[in-house]
């Protein structure tokens, strides 16, 4: 299906979409020609009136496709505008050459950009490509939402804010003698409307209606509203406030005419946040893994910063690509009451933000804001989250470190499941500290006693309980009452297996040393469960506070 135009020329929608979104690579007819539509080039498709002046999107064809060099022949007889697509930085020599020959231009598209977004782009685009409302400047003059803001207050005669789909002031006008009433001082200094169930039913009822609407029961002066889209897409609302009397049918227009032009800049506002998050985010990715680039680079200075690490489930209905990305959009979201320059990056089924921390903000702030994530994401992602904070570092040279720690904490997390969904490094110290010496003795078998081994392979060989009865025996710093009962065995039974131990495996019990290195090894070896011996019943031993079966 074709999404017709209003007959824009080539020149004017490229110009539109702007440099960094779309290059003509060939304009064998010229630039000048009307484009009626666009639609997905589909090289199976027969050519027919459809074509003629309309921009297909080759979506998923290499530049050098032998079937889209094939098809260029019969589009241009067709009388095909242009065909878009990514180069992806293959050679597009043949392409030109051919569509050239064919006389159809060539568009490439930002790599980084969706062709869902690209649809839009294209859509909002023609939309505005002819001549511009009555009252308003073009888009390029207009410059920015404030500045449309105020020429859309201008127009209408009524002071205007623009909002994105979650209710967040984005621009608002400032024109002199244009009154106001608290509810849009509240929302301006808040930065976002307030969400109850009357506004939401205002936003539903504004979200399914053609055009604008009247409210007059949201707050003492009446509003006129539109919703900005780019086809069926919602990008947001116009709000204008009446100045004392009724808005007029032409006042009723012209904001519905302003929804077009706001949807371009909306449009162009995403596609910068987003190409600026992707820039950001690998900027963040070489830094999370110990190459620091310049702070002009990352756009921030150094000073106090943190990792936050927010591990995703691991079974999920989404796709962890996708539901990263929705935690990362959250993280970013929710961070603006913390720093205005938080960045995250997508890491398998980890997203890390690194949060710039003022002075005045108290590290405690951060488990704050990932307690309010976790919330946030549980209500609508429907999906629990796991969080790390690494320490506070002053340098981008120790963010590895901060990373490190805050991956640390989620394997404390994880391995305690009992244990609250948020903590920092310094809550859980002492744990990261067993982990890493766990992992530690598991990879060098030269720091592990030949003692504990003996111990544990002939509990696992003879179904005794050796190795659980020196750990509980170390656990209670030499106390055989506490730990036999502990063990719920007599405190006989324990003497004797204690002084079995030092019988069978050498252990001196008497060297402060021993004990010491005795105690990690058992606690990281036998009480973690890695290489954990049976009882003759059948239980696994985990750990000094299990019942045992019987000796």
């Known amino acids: 299906m074709t999404i017709p135009y209003a007959h824009p020329s080539l020149a004017r929608i490229v110009d539109l979409l702007g440099t960094s979104a779309a290059r003509l690579l060939a304009t ?83 790599d980084v950009i969706p062709w869902r977004h690209v649809d839009a782009l294209l ?49 608002y006008s400032n024109l002199p003698g244009q009154p106001i009433d608290d509810a849009r001082r509240d929302t301006i200094l808040g930065r976002q409307v307030p969400l109850d169930d009357h506004y939401m039913r205002i936003y539903r009822r504004l979200w399914r209606a053609p055009g604008a609407i009247r409210i007059g029961d949201a707050s003492p002066l009446a509003r006129l509203a539109v919703a900005v889209r780019a086809g069926s897409e919602l990008l947001g609302s116009i709000w204008a406030v009446e100045s004392g009397t009724p808005f007029s049918p032409e006042a009723e227009q012209a904001l519905a005419e302003a929804a077009g032009v706001a949807a371009l800049h909306l449009l162009r506002l995403r596609r910068a946040t987003e190409l600026e998050r992707r820039a950001r985010g690998e900027l963040l990715r070489s830094l999370l893994a110990g190459k620091t680039p310049s702070a002009v680079r990352f756009g921030t200075e150094s000073g106090r910063m943190t990792v936050l690490a927010l591990e995703l489930p691991s079974s999920s209905g989404t796709p962890a690509n996708v539901l990263g990305l929705q935690v990362a959009d959250l993280v970013t979201a929710c961070a603006e009451t913390l720093t205005s320059s938080a960045s995250c990056v997508v890491e398998g089924q980890v997203v890390y933000a690194l949060l710039p921390l003022p002075e005045d903000v108290p590290q405690a702030r951060v488990a704050s804001l990932a307690e309010t994530v976790i919330t946030r994401s549980e209500e609508s992602l429907h999906t629990r989250l796991r969080a790390g904070i690494g320490s506070a570092v002053a340098d981008f040279a120790d963010v590895p470190r901060s990373r490190q720690e805050a991956d640390r904490v989620l394997a404390v997390l994880a391995a305690e499941t009992h244990r609250a969904h948020v903590a920092s490094i310094e809550d859980v110290r002492c744990q990261a500290i067993l982990l890493e010496l766990e992992e530690t003795i598991a990879d060098n078998p030269r720091i592990q006693l030949a003692s504990v081994t003996a111990m544990l392979n002939h509990d696992a060989e003879k179904g005794t309980r050796y190795a659980e009865t020196l750990l509980a025996y170390l656990d209670a710093f030499g106390d055989t009452t506490v730990a036999a009962d502990r063990l719920h065995i007599h405190q006989n039974t324990f003497r004797y297996r204690i002084r079995r131990v030092g019988e069978l495996f050498g252990v001196d019990l008497g060297n402060a040393d021993e004990r010491l290195v005795l105690w990690l090894q058992l606690r990281l070896m036998v009480a973690e469960g890695r290489a954990a011996p049976t009882t003759a019943a059948g239980l696994r031993v985990v750990g000094p506070h299990q019942v045992p079966g019987r000796d």
Do not use: W, Y
């Not at 080039?41 to 079937?67: C, F, K, S, Y």
């Open 28 to 110: 064998p007819a010229g630039c000048d020609n009307p484009v009626t539509g666009h639609s997905v080039l589909d090289v199976t498709e027969e050519e027919g009136p459809a074509h003629r002046g309309a921009i297909l999107l080759a979506v998923g064809m290499r530049p050098d496709a032998a079937a889209l060099l094939d098809a260029l022949p019969a589009l241009g007889r067709a009388g095909a505008a242009a065909i878009a697509l990514k180069t992806r930085g293959a050679d597009t020599g043949p392409l030109v050459e051919a569509a050239t020959a064919a006389g159809v231009a060539v568009l490439a598209v930002a």
């Open 123 to 171: 859509a909002a685009a023609a939309g505005n490509s002819g001549q511009d409302a009555p009252g308003f400047p073009s888009a390029a003059a207009v410059g920015d939402l404030f500045a449309l803001a105020n020429a859309v207050a201008a127009t209408v005669g009524g002071a205007i804010t623009v909002e994105d789909p979650q209710q967040r002031v984005l621009a």
